[in-house]
Antibody, heavy 116, light 106 residues
Framework: EVQLVESGGGLVQPGRSLKLSCAAS????????MAWVRQAPTKGLEWVAS????????YYRDSVKGRFTISRDNAKSTLYLQMDSLRSEDTATYYC?????????WGQGVMVTVSS | NIVMTQSPKSMSISVGDRVTMNCKAS??????IAWYQQKPGQSPKLLIY???NRYNGVPDRFTGSGYGTDFTLTINSVQAEDAAFYYC????????FGSGTKLEIK
């Protein structure tokens, strides 16, 4: 059974940093692209970033370029999202997803609140 | 950037009715569309990929159609458990979601 379990969320002040993790199991992690998708409270879904299976290429939405870094450790079957210079508009539930160009498996999500 | 526009924003339907919701792309996206269902408090679930392919385990009352810029998700004989938000997504470069359609059951 495929499982994606996020961790690392919480309350953080504007301008500070936070690192999310996603532990994957139930599939060969190193064979798949992975992605982060977020959802602000009462809002719709928004793709944040994707990473190729090797980690050699990464892709970001414009609003997080230069602030967020997606990475992975295939030996640990873990996906990461380093979030720097956080803004109030980054407040959202962040979902780890398996990226098959469409998103076929989703974690339960982790809440990130950016507020002073 | 391609914009995905969903309509209607919400609908209220009786059990057993047929539902049709729409997703329009601002440019030709060929068949590169997926549909998701999100129930309150839950993660989204993939329903349809490449416009018309039903994902594993999705009931056959869910049908996707369309090509180019206009796409449709149809639910035949709606069940109470189908109450949810439904999102379309442009697959591939800079994945983009529509703003969603809320389906309520009367």
């Amino acid at each position: 059974e495929v499982q994606l379990v996020e961790s690392g969320g919480g309350l953080v002040q504007p301008g500070r940093s936070l690192k999310l993790s996603c532990a994957a199991s139930g599939f060969t992690f190193s064979n798949y692209y992975m992605a982060w998708v977020r959802q602000a409270p009462t809002k719709g879904l928004e793709w944040v970033a994707s990473i190729t299976n090797s980690g050699g290429s990464t892709y970001y939405r414009d609003s997080v370029k230069g602030r967020f870094t997606i990475s992975r450790d295939n030996a640990k079957s873990t996906l990461y999202l380093q979030m720097d210079s956080l803004r109030s508009e980054d407040t959202a539930t962040y979902y780890c997803t398996r990226d098959y160009h469409y998103f076929d498996y989703w974690g339960q999500g982790v809440m990130v609140t950016v507020s002073s | 950037n391609i914009v995905m526009t969903q309509s209607p924003k919400s609908m209220s339907i009786s059990v057993g009715d047929r539902v049709t919701m729409n997703c329009k792309a601002s440019q030709n996206v060929y068949n590169n569309i997926a549909w998701y269902q999100q129930k309150p408090g839950q993660s989204p679930k993939l329903l349809i990929y490449y416009a018309s392919n039903r994902y594993n385990g999705v009931p056959d009352r869910f049908t996707g159609s369309g090509y180019g810029t206009d796409f449709t998700l149809t639910i035949n004989s709606v069940q109470a458990e189908d109450a949810a938000f439904y999102y379309c997504q442009r697959i591939y470069n800079s994945p983009t979601f529509g703003s969603g359609t809320k389906l309520e059951i009367k």
